[in-house]
């Protein structure tokens, strides 16, 4: 299995552009994550999936920021419009239905500049 | 949500076992702890999931108290490539990570 798949790995944009940031999980998994990690707040939950569904959105930081998850295998997390302030490393993690959510399977990242 | 309490930073030397350990006193009947890695520049990787008593795999061991609430994660001989940040979970679905024990491995 190739994992969970990211892109783009990097991404440098303007403030004001919008950015959207793509996860394919691994194949059979049906939660999917999206977390944010900058040094100073550590590795944050921005939103979860379950079968396709948003089960939580509260770590969504405000409507600047949209999550979907249009079938079993993709995900987009959307920045609209961007700012310096959202410049972090974006992960997407997947993890099998066995009755938790715990063990998850991190993708490589999405390396977010705006500028 | 349970919350978990690590220590901030652990030095060890290459050879050396080492024990992190993690309080969550408020851990609830169906939470499990579970414990990732992570390395610079790369996403959490799991380690080892846990009820109670001891479990124990090819990287790490995990011990949990009777009461449960607390844990501790043992890494036996450690070396250079175990320098990571270790997190601590403690949840049945929705989780949180903290801000993990930043082990650096000493030759």
């Known amino acids: 299995d190739a994992g969970v798949i990211q892109s783009p790995r990097h991404e440098v944009t303007e403030m004001g552009q919008e950015v959207t940031l793509r996860c394919k999980p691994i194949?059979?998994?049906?939660?999917l994550f999206w977390y944010r990690q900058t040094m100073m707040r550590g590795l944050e939950l921005l939103i979860y999936f379950n079968n396709n569904v948003p089960i939580d959105d509260s770590g969504m930081p405000e409507d600047r920021f949209s999550a979907k998850m249009p079938n079993a295998s993709f995900s987009t997390l959307k920045i609209q419009p961007s700012e310096p302030r959202d410049s972090a490393v974006y992960f997407c993690?997947?993890?099998?239905?066995?009755?938790?959510?715990?063990?998850?399977?991190f993708g490589p990242g999405t390396r977010l500049t705006v500028l | 949500l349970a919350k978990t309490t690590q220590p901030i930073s652990m030095d060890s030397y290459e050879g050396q076992e080492v024990n992190i350990t993690c309080s969550h006193n408020n851990i609830a009947t169906n939470d499990y702890i579970t414990w990732y890695q992570q390395f610079p520049s790369q996403g959490p990787r799991f380690i080892i999931q846990g009820y109670k008593t001891k479990v124990t795999n090819e990287v790490a061991s995990l011990f949990i108290p009777a009461d449960r609430k607390s844990s501790t994660l043992s890494l036996p001989r450690v070396s250079l490539s175990d320098t990571a940040v270790y997190y601590c979970l403690v949840g049945d679905g929705d989780m949180r990570f903290g801000a993990g024990t930043r082990l650096t491995v000493k030759p």
């Open positions: 194949s059979g998994h049906n939660s």
């Open positions: 993690a997947s993890s099998p239905p066995r009755g938790t959510y715990n063990e998850q399977f």
